[in-house]
Structures are given as C-alpha cells and as structure tokens.
C-alpha cells in the first residue's frame, strides 16, 4: 500500500531550528529510499516541509519511520497520513460503456 506522510512545523519552528538535523533527515530519507521504502520525496510548494510516498503495509508502519526521523526526534515536525490502494484495475470497467472515452483524451487543449 502506499502511504503519503507530509510535516507540519510545530508552532514558532524556524528554519534556523531546523538546520542542525537536516544533514541527518535527509541521509536518512535517502537510506529509506534505497531500500525501496520511500518511493517519492517532495519538497512542500504551499508551506515548508516535505510530502514523502512511503510503500509499505500500514500507516502504523510509517508512523515508525517519521518518528525515528531526526526532526521528529527534536519534536520539531507534525506528521499527517494518507493512505491508500491502487485504482481497480481495468478502470474503464466501472464506467458506463456509453461514456466517451475516445481521443483526444486531454480536451482542454486548443
């Protein structure tokens, strides 16, 4: 199952709080990444923090793994997760056989 987790800073966290564990964040993320654990990391667009897509059994499980990072160890980080299956394969099943689904797919374009 894929699981996304995305951070929060707690209240008043400062970027200069974090700097000292983000060496560590980071290489930890890359060690859960080459394990296969991590599948996606992104950097948060709308506010600080990160969006990581963990593959694994249970949001539990997830939850293990953002604790033991370094800025949740300091207490600096909120954790929030998401969890869910692939789309039901073939897609096209569930839907009505009149809808039309024919080329071009994309019909925003000009």
């Not at 600080?48 to 249970?58: N, T």
């Not at 499980?61 to 997760?81: I, Q």
Request: charged share 25%.
């Amino acid at each position: 199952m894929k699981i996304i987790a995305y951070d929060n800073f707690k209240p008043g966290v400062t970027i200069d709080d974090l700097k000292p564990y983000l060496r560590d964040e980071v290489s930890n993320v890359w060690r859960l990444w080459k394990a296969g654990i991590v599948r996606e990391n992104y950097a948060r667009a709308d506010v600080g923090g990160v969006i990581i897509v963990f593959e694994l059994d249970s949001v539990e499980a997830a939850r293990r793994y953002t604790d033991d990072f370094p800025l949740s160890k300091a207490g600096l980080l909120e954790w929030h997760f998401l969890a869910f299956d692939a789309a039901p394969l073939p897609l096209e099943y569930l839907f009505d056989p009149t809808v039309d689904i024919a080329q071009p797919w994309d019909r925003t374009a000009a």
